[in-house]
């Protein structure tokens, strides 16, 4: 392959690993396989990144910037914050099954030793997803469009929790694309523990 400008070949390495772990075990992954699903030497990809970790890092950033520009924008076509958490929902679902191998590396992630750089990298991503959670919960309760009551730091961890349980379905069970069609009666059920009338 001809070269190409560093940022780019980044990218490519980035989209290479999200592809492969849709595949295969993320843990099993080695930049021996990244190279040869690319076409390129090792050499090539340690002239991008100086180490496996730091690709596995950029991947996680990444997913970041992805994710949380999905949810952003769920949450900007809202008309209100129970608009908002329905659509940050089914634009998580939708982001999972257009990049299956990223609840993977995600799991594979958590499973690494406390200390990890990459490990820690994805629990602040989490929490940041969680205080966003916060946010438009709180907004609801206040809009009185969800009971008075609810404890939102619970609601938070059900929201992701749902998601996480419906991916680990599909991945169990067949092809990704079912788990926005479960995820809309799942949703619904959620939002009934939230006081939210069908």
């Known amino acids: 392959m001809a070269r190409q400008p560093t940022e780019s070949r980044q990218v490519e390495i980035i989209s290479t690993m999200v592809r492969l772990a849709a595949e295969r075990n993320p843990a099993d992954i080695t930049t021996t396989d990244i190279a040869n699903a690319m076409a390129v030497t090792q050499g090539a990809l340690f002239r991008h990144f100086p180490t496996k970790e730091a690709i596995r890092l ?3 950033e990444w997913i970041e910037e992805r994710l949380m520009q999905e949810i952003d924008a769920a949450r900007a076509a809202s008309i209100d914050a129970l608009a908002e958490l329905k659509g940050m929902f089914m634009a998580h679902v939708r982001f999972t099954i257009a990049y299956p191998g990223v609840p993977r590396l995600i799991f594979a992630e958590l499973q690494q030793p406390d200390g990890s750089a990459v490990r820690e990298r994805v629990q602040l991503i989490m929490q940041r997803y969680r205080k966003t959670l916060a946010i438009s919960l709180a907004q609801a309760m206040e809009a009185k469009l969800i ?14 929790g749902a998601i996480q349980g419906l991916v680990m379905q599909s991945m169990l069970s067949g092809p990704m694309a079912k788990a926005e069609h479960q995820a809309a009666g799942v949703l619904k059920l959620y939002l009934a523990g939230l006081g939210v009338e069908s």
């Open 58 to 60: 950029a991947v996680v």
């Open 147 to 160: 009971r008075p009551n609810v404890d939102v730091q619970a609601a938070a961890a059900l929201f992701l």
